[in-house]
């Protein structure tokens, strides 16, 4: 008994190391997606950019699926993978990375962030979760700074197209988060991330013709970036992520999530050189403030169960 007491002992310290560095390695691979999109767009349009990765995506998935055999998905929830696919991959992606052409990876990031807001939004109307007053005053923050960036440029005070389409990605990651609650049930977060990657690339082989035209003549530091997105922050960081929930309660885990924009200003700086304006970043803390708020106190006291984002034992995450 003291043998196995101790043999426990040993492994913990390497079990919280492996938790520790799969959580670091998801966020940063997460995080750095923003910044390998704008490299991406150098040489490729927005549709390709997104198609060439998720193929790859696709195909490192099915290797992967092949080696553990990963179960088939019944059926009867064929169709519903199929929407999930298309809303919370295929119009994240296209209105993220179409959004991208002028606006900045941490500006991106800041404006993505805003996620577990629309969500308690969309709880409140569709899972009649109750909101507190905490609740309802992170979210009114955080959306007096998605209109502080969403509303600052270099030539003053007026709304880019930009952050309307990384809104819109935004907005359908939350309906993404709501919807994918029951089949978290029924599947893990790998088996679901596999599932939808596949049906939104099929969504994706629209812009074929783009891609066939572009791969071409395309510089090959901007293929690598979406080599680099496909392989880590789509295909690898959904695995990492699965270990550290696994050793982690989801709300805590989460709670790590609102770090990504703050690491995503850092690599776009370091790797493109992009420096925030006073009013993004200022926008960009005002709705880190108030997603803190909604994830942390936005539950009503009375109720045990926490925000869609929060009660999940898995989020799947589409950066």
Known sequence: MTDDVKARGNLRPKAQAQTITSLTVTLLFWASAFAGIRV???S?????LILLRFLIASIALIIYACIVRLRLPALRD?????LLGFIGIAVYQAGLTFGEQSVSAGTASFLVASVPCFTALFARAFLKERLSIWGWAG???????????SFSNSSGFSFTPGSLLVLLASFSECIYFIFQK???KKYSSLELSAYTIWTATFFMLVFAPQLIQELPHASLQSTVAIFYMAIFPAAIANATWAITLSALPAAIATSFLNIIPILS??????????????????????IILGVLLVTMRGKQRQRKQALPLLDQDEVVQSV
């Open 78 to 82: 064929i169709p519903a993978f199929l």
């Open 182 to 184: 029951n089949y978290l």
């Open 265 to 286: 200003l850092l690599i776009a700086w370091v790797w493109l050189r992009e420096v925030p304006t006073v009013g993004e970043l200022l926008g960009g803390l005002v």
């Open 44 to 48: 490729y349009s927005p549709g390709a």
């Open 139 to 149: 979210i009114v923050i955080s959306f007096l700074g998605v209109a502080v960036i």
């Open 40 to 42: 991406g767009l150098e």
